[in-house]
């Protein structure tokens, strides 16, 4: 476990504190049965980015705080303990980074303190199919006077029916498949030609398809250099990793927790069921995995800080192994739980749906096995 400063320990205890008494699962079911169409409680989140959670990664010059990617999986961890839905991770740390690693001056000035205000969601346009691949990127930016033209689509956007700022990945040159010839952009939520169509979920986050057709963009909505996107792409990407990777964590954290609970005081025979043998066994199998996932996490967010050489093997490490944590413990939660975790009712279903949705979000365990082996020369 990495050692915590104090403004981090005080922090994470404070995002421990809200969210037990403000955001609860319950909360969460409030949301999801209200129908809200934006997948997130804005009260909520105007509380979140009150208490600075929004400006985390922010520097002080543009109203934000100015820590680390550790502090910010810290609050991650703990909204994901309880369901939290947000623009945390696609506002706060995907779109800012996008910013603080590829924006120039006038770009940063215009949008980050809206960002650590509250008063503006940012989120990444990515993904154009059922699978995370970056370098499949097909929506093209043409040229058009000074400015540019982009057409095509992008699917399963986080936060992207709400989003003010979309930040988004468009070939401009090359064909797909091709890292060379990607370009970001800075496209408005109201652009004219732009169509966001809102999806329910599975697990009742704010998530949209949107299309593009000839939406017209200034030579300054570029993000860094015109072809050259990919590579700040791909650390933008791995912030998002790893950041979701805390957020998995603290629900596998908290799944086993309740599972644990139960284990303890259900009976059955006569004889806590906690005293099984068979489910010992099981329960200190979760909890060796969820150690040693919080290892590859918290190792993940402090290279990242340090600006170590192998951020994209800890990011990969770090995504797959929450992925195949949360399933796990998920899985285990409905099944100790017996028939009431197979209902509504009960939270199980909800974290084990949210941990499949998560999974898929930024290339799942698969993608990240895959290319971790590869980095690691195999």
């Known amino acids: 476990m990495a050692i915590l400063n104090e403004e981090q320990t005080m922090l994470r205890d404070a995002a421990k504190s809200w969210v037990s008494e403000k955001s609860p699962v319950t909360a969460f079911r409030k949301m999801r049965d209200s129908g809200n169409a934006d997948g997130f409680d804005r009260a909520a989140w105007a509380e979140m980015a009150e208490m600075g959670w929004a400006g985390i990664l922010i520097p002080e010059e543009f109203g934000g705080s100015g820590l680390d990617y550790l502090t910010m999986g810290l609050v991650l961890e703990e909204t994901g303990r309880t369901l939290t839905a947000s623009p945390l991770l696609s506002s706060a740390l995907v779109a800012t980074s996008a910013l603080l690693l590829g924006g120039n001056d006038a770009q940063k000035k215009e949008w980050l303190p809206k960002f650590a205000g509250g008063k503006a969601i940012g989120t990444l346009a990515l993904d154009e199919g059922p699978h995370h691949a970056p370098a499949n990127t097909a929506l093209t930016a043409t040229r058009d006077g000074k400015g540019w033209k982009l057409s095509g689509k992008k699917s399963f956007v986080p936060d992207g029916g709400a989003a003010d700022i979309i930040v988004v990945a468009a070939r401009t040159s090359g064909k797909s498949g091709d890292t060379n010839g990607i370009t970001l952009f800075l496209v408005s939520g109201n652009a004219s030609g732009l169509a966001r169509q809102k999806l329910k979920t599975v697990d009742n986050r704010g998530v949209a398809n949107l299309t593009f057709e000839n939406v017209s963009v200034g030579a300054d909505a570029v993000l860094g250099t015109v072809d050259q996107g990919f590579s700040p792409l791909e650390s933008v990407l ?51 995995e969820l150690e040693l996932t919080r290892s590859c996490v918290e190792a993940a967010l402090v290279g990242i800080d340090r600006g170590a050489n192998d951020i994209p093997a800890l990011a990969s490490l770090a995504k797959a192994r929450a992925s195949e944590l949360w399933h796990l413990v998920s899985n285990e939660m409905v099944q100790m739980h017996g028939g009431i975790g197979m209902t509504d009712a009960h939270d199980a279903g909800l974290y084990l749906k949210r941990a499949r949705v998560a999974e898929a979000t930024f290339g799942g365990a698969s993608f990240h096995r895959d290319r971790y082996a590869r980095l690691m020369g195999y």
């Open 238 to 288: 791995d912030r998002a990793r790893a950041g979701l990777a805390a957020e998995m964590l603290g629900a596998a954290v908290q799944s086993f927790d309740t599972t644990l609970d139960y284990l303890k005081t259900r009976v059955q025979f006569g004889q806590v069921i906690g005293t099984f043998q068979a489910l010992q066994h099981r329960a200190a199998k979760m909890f060796t």
